[in-house]
C-alpha cells in the first residue's frame, strides 16, 4: 500500500494477557518508530529501527514491552502480561531513514484497552 | 536533549477566526522544527517543516509558522480557520547533533460554528 499500515485497529485484551501489535511502514523506508499516545497525552517515543543496526530501545517503559522487525519490513510490538495502564494507542511511523530532518509518515494506530 | 512545549492543552476558535497554536523548544543550537496534525481517527500528517533560510514557512492546508530564534517558538498560524481544521495538532523538535526527535503534547483545537 502507499502508506503505513498497523492492525489491529482496535484491541481489546484482559489484564495479564499479551499483545502483539503489528506494522507495515512504506515500502523502501529504512527507519521505523514506534510511540505511544496516552488519552490527552503526547507521543511519547518507545523505539525505532534503522536498517540492520542495532534498534535503541531507550524509550521502552518496562521489560514487559519488546519489538523486533524483519529486515525493513514489518515490525510488531510485544507487551507481555498487559496492565491497565498500558491503554492507549499505539503508533508506527517510517520515514527514509532515521534522521531528524526525516518526515514520519504515520499510520492510523492501534487501540489498545486493557480491561 | 531537545525538548518542547505546546503550553495550550486545549484551543477553541470559531470558523472564519485567526489561529495561533504556541511552540516552545529548549535547544542548543538551530534544530529542525515540525508541526503535525492528527485528525480524529487518523494517523499524524505533516504540515509544515523548519530547517534552515527563511523562517516563515508555509505548509498545506493554509497554515504557516514563523521561527523566531529569540524566543525559541516556532509558532504555528492560519489566518481563517475551517471547521475542517477541528483536530490535534503537534509540534516537534528534531536535534541535528543526535538525529532524534521529540513531540510536544498537543493542543485540540475545537472549531466553533
Known amino acids: 500500500g502507499a502508506g503505513v499500515s498497523q492492525s489491529p485497529s482496535n484491541k481489546v485484551t484482559e489484564k495479564g494477557k499479551d499483545v502483539e501489535l503489528r506494522c507495515d511502514p512504506i515500502s523502501g523506508h529504512t527507519a521505523l518508530y514506534w510511540y505511544r499516545q496516552r488519552l490527552g497525552q503526547g507521543l511519547e517515543f518507545l523505539i525505532y529501527f534503522q536498517g540492520n543496526s542495532a534498534p535503541d530501545k531507550s524509550g521502552l517503559p518496562s521489560d514487559r514491552f519488546s519489538a523486533e522487525r524483519t529486515g525493513e519490513s514489518v515490525s510488531t510490538l510485544t507487551i507481555q502480561r498487559t496492565q491497565q495502564e498500558d491503554s492507549a494507542v499505539y503508533l508506527c511511523a517510517s520515514s527514509l531513514e532515521q534522521a531528524s530532518y526525516n518526515e514520519q509518515f504515520f499510520g492510523p494506530g492501534t487501540r489498545l484497552t486493557v480491561l | 536533549a531537545q525538548s518542547v512545549t505546546q503550553p495550550d492543552i486545549h484551543i477553541t476558535v470559531s470558523e472564519g477566526a485567526s489561529l495561533e497554536l504556541r511552540c516552545n523548544y529548549s535547544y542548543g543550537a538551530t534544530p529542525y522544527l515540525f508541526w503535525y496534525v492528527q485528525s480524529p481517527g487518523q494517523g499524524l500528517q505533516l504540515l509544515l517543516k523548519?530547517?534552515?533560510?527563511?523562517?516563515l514557512v508555509q505548509g498545506i492546508k493554509g497554515f504557516e509558522a514563523e521561527f523566531k530564534r529569540s524566543q525559541s517558538s516556532f509558532n504555528l498560524r492560519k489566518p481563517s480557520v475551517h471547521w475542517s481544521d477541528a483536530a490535534e495538532y503537534f509540534c516537534a523538535v528534531g536535534a541535528p547533533m543526535n538525529n532524534d526527535m521529540r513531540f510536544g503534547a498537543g493542543t485540540r483545537l475545537t472549531v466553533k460554528p
Open positions: 523548519y530547517f534552515s533560510g527563511d523562517t
